[in-house]
């Protein structure tokens, strides 16, 4: 669907996903390698209870083998086009990780997904983290629209949506399966104007 304002036309290729962007305050997004699978699935193993509340995969993550086929599947469809993942790593070490979960080149949309550890929430990391991949994905990618979707009682998440100045869209039903139960979402976005007018 044309937008109006004349912005659709002769849309030029996409410029490329970076590999590692810096936030900021010792905190980097970094592609992995297989090399760091053992560091991730640590980080993980750690908080596995906290991450439980709101990832659906934690059952699926058992050993540092499963965490290299994981991240050996991020880096096949980082070079497919379709997704992008990074660790956030503070000061040199992993604390999370952050990823586009879905792109959808034809329409210049993304959207995002991340987790952190425990002990490193209440910090801003993952605000600061989201607000360069935006600058990113914007200024230098090309994308049009970014798009953030957080259980409806999470509100860690969509506080962090509400932060960034994203726009509360709607609500979906029945979402995500979440181990023994259906979970709806709030799906916030913003676009590549609004996120420049904001700055």
């Given at each position: ?116 550890s425990k002990d490193c929430e209440g910090r ?76």
């Amino acid at each position: 669907m044309p937008t109006g304002d004349g912005s659709d036309v002769g849309l030029g290729p996409m410029g490329e996903i970076a590999l590692s962007l810096d936030v900021g305050g010792g905190v980097t997004l970094e592609a992995p390698t297989l090399d760091d699978a053992a560091e991730l699935f640590a980080v993980i193993d750690a908080n596995r209870a906290h991450l439980r509340a709101w990832l659906p995969w934690l059952d699926g993550t058992n050993s540092v083998e499963d965490e290299v086929g994981f991240l050996q599947m991020c880096a096949d469809e980082r070079a497919a086009g379709s997704t992008a993942f990074w660790i956030i790593r503070e000061n040199g070490s992993a604390v999370g990780t952050m990823s586009l979960n879905w792109i959808d080149a034809q329409n210049r949309g993304c959207g995002v997904g991340y987790w952190l550890s425990k002990d490193c929430e209440g910090r801003g990391i993952v605000t600061r983290s989201c607000s360069r991949l935006m600058d990113h994905v914007f200024d230098d990618v090309g994308m049009r629209r970014f798009v953030l979707e957080a259980a409806l009682d999470n509100h860690g998440s969509r506080a962090v949506a509400e932060r960034l100045g994203m726009r509360l869209e709607g609500e979906t039903r029945d979402r995500e399966w979440l181990y023994d139960r259906w979970i709806n979402a709030a799906l916030y976005a913003i676009t590549a104007p609004e996120w420049k007018a904001r700055r």
